[in-house]
């Protein structure tokens, strides 16, 4: 609870790099953070260059941290996590029966894409 309570934001970084075996192992915590039932909908991005920085920083309402710092890792969202035969691989890879996958894509609770574009999106994000 103390580092929890202790945590901060922070804007100003040090002007040195981040040795690669670092930003690997940020990356690699990253694809292994869980997911509702593992679908893992996202995709990691290491940003290092100079002039994709700056236009992040842009993107990003001007923030000054974004092009100042050594590397950005950009999160992005991928919906496509979400068609049946992406999300039918993962729930065989934990071991699940054709039958049982069947029955989850009935599901609105277990298979968004039943429920629409936005829990889509809303699941993703969570």
């Not at 039958?99 to 999106?121: C, F, H, R, V, W």
């Amino acid at each position: 609870m103390e580092i929890i309570e202790a945590r901060q934001s922070i804007r100003k970084y040090a002007q040195k790099a981040i040795p690669n075996e670092i930003l690997k192992s940020i990356l690699n915590a990253g694809r292994l953070a869980p997911s509702w039932m593992n679908v893992q909908s996202w995709k990691f991005i290491l940003v290092r260059k100079e002039e994709s920085k700056e236009l992040l920083s842009k993107l990003a309402c001007g923030q000054p941290h974004v092009k100042n710092c050594d590397s950005v890792i950009v999160c992005i969202a991928d919906i496509a996590a979400w068609d049946k035969e992406n999300f039918s691989k993962i729930l065989l890879k934990r071991g699940l029966k054709e039958s049982a996958i069947e029955n989850i894509m009935t599901m609105p609770g277990y298979y968004p894409p039943l429920l629409g574009e936005d829990i889509i999106k809303l699941r993703t994000v969570e």
